[in-house]
């Protein structure tokens, strides 16, 4: 008679809670994609408007009001600048942004309520379009351009510290 073979009851239960010890551990890692994914897209439009206020900054020194205030060409718009880098404002680096607007399809960023329409402000925040009617800072979740304040200082963008992380 031949004997048959298999795992035993032991054997099973061992390695199912083997499994649920990997599971546990390694459930934490992949729980946070989200907000990962929500800093990266901050990173990337911090470098766009980085590049955005280098373009006009650039467009401002070529028609010599780098230390002043102007307008410069960028694109389809005009964009106002303060000593040569994009001014705070809706018609500033929300324009040398394209697609920026707050009626724009082409974006899931907005300037945050507050922040967009003080023509002589001097910074303005951006978060995501669904965070956009939360309370200033939105769940942390922005970032903040500066604009110049005086020809030896540049614009700069802060992404927030603890961006999306929930």
């Known amino acids: 008679m031949k004997r048959q073979q298999g795992f035993?009851?032991?054997?099973?239960v061992v390695v199912i809670v083997i499994l649920g010890i990997l599971a546990v551990t390694a459930a934490p890692k992949f729980m946070n994609l989200q907000g990962d994914a929500r800093n990266a897209s901050l990173q990337g439009l911090k470098g766009a408007?980085?590049?955005?206020?280098?373009?006009?900054?650039?467009?401002?020194?070529?028609?010599?009001?780098?230390?002043?205030?102007?307008?410069?060409?960028?694109?389809?718009?005009?964009?106002e600048t303060k000593f040569g880098y994009p001014t705070a404002s809706k018609n500033g680096i929300v324009k040398a942004v394209e697609g920026l607007g707050e009626n724009s399809s082409k974006t899931d960023f907005v300037a945050v309520n507050g922040t967009v329409d003080n023509k002589n402000a001097l910074e303005i925040k951006?978060?995501?379009?669904?965070?956009?009617?939360?309370?200033?800072?939105?769940?942390?979740?922005?970032?903040?351009?500066?604009a110049a304040t005086s020809p030896s200082q540049a614009a700069s963008v802060i992404l927030d510290a603890g961006a999306c992380k929930d």
Do not use: R
């Open 49 to 79: 408007i980085q590049g955005a206020a280098g373009i006009v900054y650039g467009k401002a020194a070529i028609q010599g009001i780098e230390s002043t205030s102007g307008a410069v060409s960028a694109g389809t718009s005009t964009v």
């Open 126 to 146: 951006f978060t995501f379009k669904n965070y956009a009617s939360d309370t200033i800072p939105p769940k942390n979740c922005f970032l903040t351009y500066k």
């Open 8 to 12: 035993t009851l032991i054997e099973l």
